[in-house]
């Protein structure tokens, strides 16, 4: 119960202090929004084309929404030394850093369901398997944050963090198969598509919206899993290499 509450309490803090502002709540409602308008006007297609566009919009609005939150807030406490303070709370490291990202989680699926509420006016959403959309979505800001935790490590400012983000996020938009087929792709590169987190959750989105997924969801599921696993495990490691030891 007691490691419960410090949980909640350290989850709590961060929303209050870093995602319930103004700015980053509008932002997390603009940026799916941008998003959604910038690949409609690429794709010169009308309402009938929300159907494919929408698990890519929504895996750009977690990867995006996650990683630059979570790179701002552990960073920032890390130079200010709050995040020592939070070391010496009788508390599981686990448990401190699990309640960490858990707010960038919380964010990243919101975010997710923005273009899921737009959508819900133009097209009908009768078809969503929403039994595996909203564990993926969870699954695939849970990956995102982890990534990010594993990034803002491996700097010491802000700045820094946003910039490193981009050598991760940008080659997974366009080698995880959100809006281009990944068997479409040279043969040197699907090997790396398959090493990729997202490549696995916007293969479950694309099966649970419209039923393209190309591979079995069961296989997802355990890889997205997998990779949330080794991510929170390597972050760890780095943190207690850098930052501890």
């Not at 010169?44 to 929300?50: D, H, K, N, R």
């Not at 599921?221 to 495990?233: E, K, R, T």
């Amino acid at each position: 119960m007691n490691l419960w509450i410090a949980f909640w309490n350290i989850l709590i803090k961060d929303m209050r202090t870093y995602y319930l502002k103004p700015p980053n709540i509008s932002w997390g409602i603009i940026f799916p929004l941008a998003w959604t308008g910038m690949f409609f006007i690429r794709s010169g297609s009308g309402v009938e084309a929300i159907e494919s566009l929408l698990p890519g919009v929504m895996s750009v609005s977690i990867l995006f929404g996650t990683t630059s939150m979570l790179a701002v807030t552990v960073t920032f406490e890390k130079k200010n030394r709050s995040f020592e303070r939070l070391l010496l709370a009788p508390v599981p490291f686990e448990i401190l850093m699990l309640a960490k990202t858990g707010g960038a989680i919380v964010f990243g699926a919101a975010n997710a369901f923005v273009p899921v509420i737009m959508a819900a006016f133009l097209m009908d959403l009768s078809r969503v398997d929403w039994i595996a959309l909203v564990p993926v979505v969870f699954l695939i800001a849970t990956a995102s944050a982890f990534l990010g935790l594993f990034i803002a490590v491996a700097v010491s400012e802000v700045f820094e963090a946003q910039t490193f983000s981009n050598f991760f996020r940008f080659p997974m938009i366009f080698l995880c198969g959100l809006f281009f087929p990944i068997a479409k792709l040279p043969v040197f590169l699907k090997p790396l598509s398959y090493m990729l987190p997202l490549t696995y959750g916007a293969d479950i989105l694309h099966g649970a919206v419209h039923g393209g997924n190309s591979m079995p969801l069961a296989l997802d599921f355990a890889m997205l899993g997998a990779f949330c696993v080794f991510l929170f495990a390597a972050s760890l490691r780095n943190i207690k290499r850098r930052w501890i030891l």
